[in-house]
RNA sequence: GCACCCGUAGCUCAGUGGAUUAGAGUAGCUGGCUUCGAACCAGUUGGUCGCAAGUUCGAAUCUUGCCGGGUGUACCA
């Protein structure tokens, strides 16, 4: 592709003089393979009719070995077709690692400790980690980070429904627990549930409460571990990190650093006081503010409060300044929920205004929310809906009910819920019907799994497939035509996913791509053909294309289902 | 009030740094398995792309104004 719009370039640069470059489409199949509406753009700067311009490009084109015809078409569209061989060069096209020397961080997933995963984190960790892998394939070092609250108010709800629990401020009896980290979360979280009501409903249990938001920070700053309550607090915090870690390597994800906010408070503090002192920040009504802008649609935030406590700007800031010390990132990632976007905007200015130059180094996406498609039905199978684990578990019983062999089921439930919230165009909301999303029909994880396990199940059946060379002699029929010009374009759809920072492109492209083969093995004959050799070379390629595709979805790609 | 995001077929979504005849899935209807895995394929029904104006040879796509939905708007995280 990038070679054609080239050859184009030249082509007009001698033609006319002028430097442009050429980008190319996709057109529907009857028009070619690639078609360019350069011919309308440069129109009014050459000062000839488009059509015209597009005729003399098309003259000029005509004789290059890698093109079959180039006609003008409609208005001044330039549509060309590729030969076969050009079609399977396009194949074999690899991208280079563009982005080797560049040091990333992206922080994603981001739940507090004390809580459990609920569904948006479910999705924006498969986002996140999908988005680092994309960033990884360019070459570029992925640092990924997760930043969330070990302190502050839900925590100390958290600690009072344990004390309640438990009998008292008594470590020992945390014994008594299950051992096994999602049981322990799923108590831990029944405890927050507690407190908070206690917190709504009770006076004094309101002041305790408070009470003990005030002693973590102490166990913090005195790095306390003696009390009955430290013990407490100390053990319940590392059982919610075990639980994170045991929850992503269910998905699968990579792990990644988790940044409590306890260790960022006292870098932000420092960084936004000094910041005081240049003028950065200002005083109003006892707080330290960043004072908004009305032409850059920044509203005025508060960053640490008027009893001097920092509040969750201050820990971001403590956290951007922490990562870009410890990985020297050139480029940070953030994905966060869509609400947070304003309040990102200000917290980027801050810190751009304490060192200049890093807000151009960062990039917020926002991820719209999760809906659920039929509200009614989902909640009476499922009880409490918001939690991660509840989806997990609730595809992987219907996976199971649908007669999946029983070593697969994990990779077809993650497979299929991978796929739902990756398919979306990242930052609209997703209505997430689950029945649908365990569909095995239609745009789905099960539907690309399967057809992978199919296709290497064609591939055992040939004496050919151990063949590594794509040998092509004559031409190439219709439907083989067909395919093998969409597998040519697996590389456009990953580096869009790559520059747009859209993983959805790769999800269409790997189903439009298991579509065209399926009318191709409609259509085609493949074992014992007398076209079986070049047949099972497309075979291969279209295997190893959507295991590529797949895997860079974080997606198991099967032998068998 | 102001700001940001969204509005495409009954439903769920692609397409939105302009382009040839708006596409998929799903639901409905019809046809295709003694044949490489039918978890499939083919056909069909279904759309004034929220509304209106503007820019252009050309607008779902860009601009403006409305309508509708969501979110945010200083001491919670």
């Known amino acids: 592709m990038k070679k054609t719009s080239e050859i184009i370039a030249r082509v007009i640069n001698e033609l006319f003089g002028s430097d442009t470059s050429v980008e190319l489409t996709r057109p529907e199949p009857q028009f070619g393979d690639f078609a360019t509406n350069i011919a309308l753009k ?11 311009i597009a005729e003399k490009i098309s003259e000029k084109m005509q004789g290059n070995n890698d093109f079959k015809k180039i006609e003008v ?9 590729l030969t076969d061989q050009a079609l399977v060069e396009l194949t074999q096209y690899k991208p280079v690692a563009s982005n080797q020397a560049l040091s990333y961080v992206i922080e994603y997933s981001c739940p507090n400790a004390f809580k459990e995963l609920h569904t948006g984190h479910l999705y924006q960790t498969i986002l996140g980690d999908v988005m680092a892998r994309l960033i990884e394939s360019t070459g570029a070092s992925v640092h990924r980070t997760s930043f969330g609250g070990d302190i502050g108010l839900h925590v100390a709800k958290c600690l009072y429904g344990m004390v309640q629990n438990l009998g008292g401020e008594l470590p020992q009896k945390l014994d008594d627990i299950s051992k096994a980290p999602m049981e322990r979360a799923y108590w831990i979280s029944q405890c927050y549930v507690a407190g908070s009501q206690a917190y709504e409903n009770e006076f004094a249990a309101k002041n305790q409460i408070e009470l003990y938001n005030q002693t973590v920070y102490k166990i913090h700053d005195s790095n306390e571990h003696g009390t009955p309550i430290a013990e407490i607090y100390w053990t319940t915090r590392q059982w919610s990190f075990d ?15 988790y940044i409590p906010e306890s260790s960022t408070a006292e870098l932000g503090l420092s960084l936004v006081k000094d910041g005081l002192e240049k003028g950065i920040f200002k005083e109003s009504d006892g707080a330290v503010v960043f004072e908004g802008d009305l032409q850059k649609k920044l509203h005025t935030r508060v960053f640490i409060t008027s009893k001097g406590l920092p509040t969750y700007e201050t820990k971001d800031i403590g956290v951007i300044f922490t990562e870009k010390q410890d990985y020297n990132f050139d480029k940070r990632l953030l994905i966060t929920g869509n609400e947070q976007s304003e309040y990102m905007k200000v917290v980027f200015a801050a810190a751009d205004a304490l060192s200049p130059g890093l807000e151009s180094a960062m990039h917020h996406v926002t991820n719209g929310t999760v809906r659920f498609g039929d509200g009614k039905k989902m909640s009476s199978r499922l009880g409490n809906v918001s939690r991660a684990i509840d989806v997990v578990n609730f595809v992987k019983d219907r996976i199971r009910d649908i007669g999946s062999q029983a070593d ?25 019907d689950i029945e649908e999303s365990v569909s095995i ?15 290497c199940s064609i591939l055992e059946k040939s004496k050919y497939s151990e063949n590594p060379e794509f040998i092509m002699s004559g031409s190439l029929e219709e439907s083989e035509r067909s395919l093998v ?30 579509q065209e083969f399926n009318r191709f093995y409609e259509k085609s004959r493949i074992i014992d053909s007398d076209r079986e050799i070049l047949r099972i070379q497309i075979v291969i390629m279209y295997r190893d294309t959507l295991a590529r595709g797949l895997n860079m979805l974080g997606i198991v790609a099967p032998e068998k289902m």
């Open 441 to 455: 029909h239609g745009s789905s994880g099960p539907y690309l799994q399967y057809a992978h396990a199919r296709a």
């Open 73 to 81: 078409a409609g208005p001044g569209f330039i549509n060309i077709s």
């Open 485 to 514: 010009r969409k597998l040519g374009e697996y590389n456009e759809a990953l580096d869009k996913s790559v520059n747009e920072l859209m993983p959805h492109h790769i999800c269409t492209y790997l189903y439009e791509l298991a």
């Open 243 to 257: 639980y994170f870690e045991a929850f992503y390597s269910i998905l699968h994800v990579d792990n990644m650093r």
């Open 42 to 52: 440069l129109a009014k700067d050459i000062g000839k009719s488009p059509r015209e």
């Open 408 to 432: 697969i089921i994990d990779d077809v439930a993650l497979g299929a819920i991978k796929f739902e919230f990756l398919r979306h165009r990242v930052g609209n909301d997703i209505a997430f």
